[in-house]
């Protein structure tokens, strides 16, 4: 009697190295979202911002006001290289380049707690749509007039006995939700 054949041994989960995702997002590609961060003063979340951009493949960084831009060492260490392969630019006036913005279609959301925010996760995002998100000062947060100027206001929900977390850490909470609505996956390492 034939014996059928084995199956085949499965194959050992493997942590991917930085070779396997080389070049993978081209241009093309990218996210329709874009992050406006305006008078941050760490650089080091600049540098966090800029890995953020990256990971999600995201349009632009926009670096208003007092923050910090390229080429500057604590900003490069933590970006690892990222603000090389990220579209980014600097102006002083953020209601200039939301203006610009708006005017090319963009829609403008703030990451704030304010009396009227939502939670980011009840933000709707159609497919496709494009968003800048914008972000404050680590001490002050979003200025009243960057909210004045938003389409909306969202939060994260905060459950701790603090009202906010690092700035850099909630940009990239806030985008992996907004993108979670905004992008159609394309690979199972893609998924959410």
């Given at each position: 009697?034939p014996?059928?054949?084995?199956?085949?041994?499965?194959t050992p989960?493997?942590q991917l190295g930085h070779?396997?995702?080389?070049g993978r997002t081209a241009?093309?590609?990218r996210?329709?979202?874009?992050l406006?961060?305006?008078?941050?003063v760490?650089?080091?979340?600049?540098?966090s911002l800029?890995r953020?951009?990256?990971?999600?493949?995201?349009?632009?960084?926009?670096?208003?006001g007092?923050?910090?831009a390229p080429?500057d060492?604590r900003?490069?260490r933590?970006?690892?290289h990222?603000?090389r392969?990220v579209p980014w630019?600097?102006d002083?006036?953020?209601?200039?380049?939301?203006?610009?913005?708006?005017a090319?279609?963009?829609?403008?959301v703030?990451l704030?707690?304010?009396?009227?925010?939502i939670?980011v996760r009840?933000?709707?995002?159609?497919?496709?749509?494009r968003v800048?998100?914008?972000l404050?000062a680590?001490?002050?947060?979003?200025s009243?007039?960057?909210?004045a100027?938003?389409?909306?206001?969202?939060?994260?929900?905060?459950r701790?006995?603090?009202?906010?977390m690092?700035?850099?850490v909630?940009?990239g909470i806030a985008?992996?939700?907004i993108t979670g609505k905004?992008?159609?996956?394309?690979?199972?390492h893609d998924?959410?």
């Amino acid at each position: 009697m034939p014996t059928s054949p084995r199956p085949p041994a499965p194959t050992p989960d493997r942590q991917l190295g930085h070779a396997d995702h080389a070049g993978r997002t081209a241009a093309a590609c990218r996210t329709p979202l874009r992050l406006l961060a305006h008078d941050l003063v760490d650089a080091a979340n600049v540098g966090s911002l800029f890995r953020i951009a990256d990971a999600f493949a995201l349009d632009h960084l926009h670096l208003t006001g007092r923050t910090p831009a390229p080429p500057d060492a604590r900003l490069r260490r933590t970006a690892r290289h990222a603000d090389r392969h990220v579209p980014w630019s600097r102006d002083d006036d953020p209601l200039a380049v939301l203006a610009r913005l708006r005017a090319d279609g963009w829609r403008v959301v703030s990451l704030e707690i304010t009396t009227a925010s939502i939670d980011v996760r009840r933000l709707a995002v159609a497919p496709g749509e494009r968003v800048c998100l914008v972000l404050g000062a680590e001490s002050g947060g979003v200025s009243e007039a960057l909210l004045a100027a938003s389409d909306a206001v969202v939060h994260l929900p905060m459950r701790g006995h603090n009202s906010s977390m690092n700035v850099a850490v909630a940009a990239g909470i806030a985008v992996h939700e907004i993108t979670g609505k905004s992008t159609v996956y394309s690979s199972s390492h893609d998924l959410p």
